[in-house]
C-alpha cells in the first residue's frame, strides 16, 4: 500500500480535522485530542469550515460526488501545516485514497499529495510523529483495557502498536489481549446497512471476543467502530463498554 512520504511536525501548528462522526455525536473526543495535543505544548487551530472527508461517498461508488467534498476539504485545509485525525479510516481516506480521487487531475493532484504528506492519525503523530511514548499521565483509579484494532488504521497506516504503547505507559493502566483483536466489527460505513445480516454477524463474534475479555474496557481510535461494537454490547446487555483512545488518555490527565 502506497503512502507518501512525510517532514516531521515536530515544532509545527496542528490543524484538528475533527471527522463527522466525532463532530456530530462525539464531541468530547475531540475535547480529549485537544486536551492531549495542549498537554504536549502543541499549537492547534481547527477550521471551522470543515465538513466530512469524502470517504462514505467515495466507497459507495460516488465518486464525483466524493470528489466535490474532497476539493472543499482541500480548500479548508490548504494552510495547514500538519493536519491530526482522530479516525484512522479518515486519515486513510487522505492519506491513499485522495491519490486516487485525483490522480487524472493535474491541477488539484499537487493539493492532495501535500495534504496526504501531512496528515496524521492522532496517536500516530504523538508516537511516530512527536517521537513521544510516554505522555506521564495517571489515571485516577486502576483499570484494564484491552484494543480493537480499526480496520483503515491496520491494514492501510499499519497502526497497531501506537496506541498499546501509549496505554502501557499511563500509570493504572493495564493492558490485556482481545481475542481476533484485529478482526473487523462489521461496521465499514454503509455496509452495514446494504449488508445488514453480514455485518450483525461480524458484530456479534466481535462481541462475543469483547465478553470474553477479561479486560472491562476495549480501546479504538475510530469511533465508527466505537458505535457499531457499543450499539451490540449495548441491545446485548453487556456492561461492556468501547471507548476511544483519546478519551482514556485525557482522563489520565485529572488530578
Known amino acids: 500500500m502506497y503512502l507518501p512520504e512525510r517532514p516531521s511536525p515536530k515544532g509545527k501548528r496542528v490543524s484538528l480535522f475533527v471527522t463527522c462522526i466525532v463532530d456530530m455525536v462525539y464531541p468530547a473526543v475531540g475535547m480529549s485530542v485537544v486536551d492531549i ?10 477550521p471551522e469550515n470543515q465538513t466530512c472527508c469524502g ?5 459507495s461508488g460516488y465518486r464525483n460526488d466524493a470528489r466535490e467534498v474532497a476539493l472543499h476539504f482541500l480548500r479548508v485545509f490548504a494552510d495547514a501545516d500538519v493536519i491530526v485525525v ?16 485525483f490522480a487524472d487531475d493535474p491541477v488539484w493532484l499537487p493539493h492532495a499529495q501535500r495534504a496526504a504528506s501531512i496528515t496524521w492519525e492522532f496517536t500516530e ?9 510516554d505522555l506521564k499521565l495517571r489515571l485516577p483509579q486502576p ?33 490485556e489481549d482481545l481475542k481476533d483483536a484485529d478482526a ?27 465478553n470474553h475479555c477479561p ?15 457499543n450499539g451490540g454490547l449495548s441491545r446485548q446487555k453487556s456492561v461492556k463498554r468501547v471507548r476511544h483512545i483519546a478519551d482514556v488518555l485525557a482522563e489520565g490527565l485529572k488530578k
Open 215 to 229: 479486560a472491562a474496557t476495549i480501546i479504538t481510535g475510530d469511533t465508527s467502530c466505537m458505535t457499531q461494537m
Open 55 to 59: 470517504q462514505p461517498g467515495y466507497n
Open 143 to 175: 483499570q484494564t483495557f484491552a484494543i480493537h484494532d480499526a480496520c483503515h488504521g491496520l491494514r492501510i497506516l499499519g497502526l497497531g502498536e501506537e496506541a498499546r504503547t501509549l496505554l502501557a505507559n499511563v500509570e493504572n493502566a493495564a493492558l
Open 37 to 46: 495535543l495542549e498537554h504536549l505544548g502543541v499549537e492547534i487551530d481547527f
Open 86 to 101: 482522530p479516525s484512522g479510516s479518515c486519515a486513510a481516506m487522505i492519506r491513499h485514497e485522495y491519490l486516487t480521487l
Open 125 to 133: 503523530f504523538i508516537v511516530q510523529g512527536l517521537g513521544i511514548t
Open 184 to 210: 473487523c466489527c462489521g461496521f465499514g460505513g454503509l455496509f452495514s446497512v446494504k449488508m445488514a445480516d453480514v455485518s450483525g454477524a461480524m458484530l456479534q463474534k466481535k462481541i462475543d471476543c469483547i
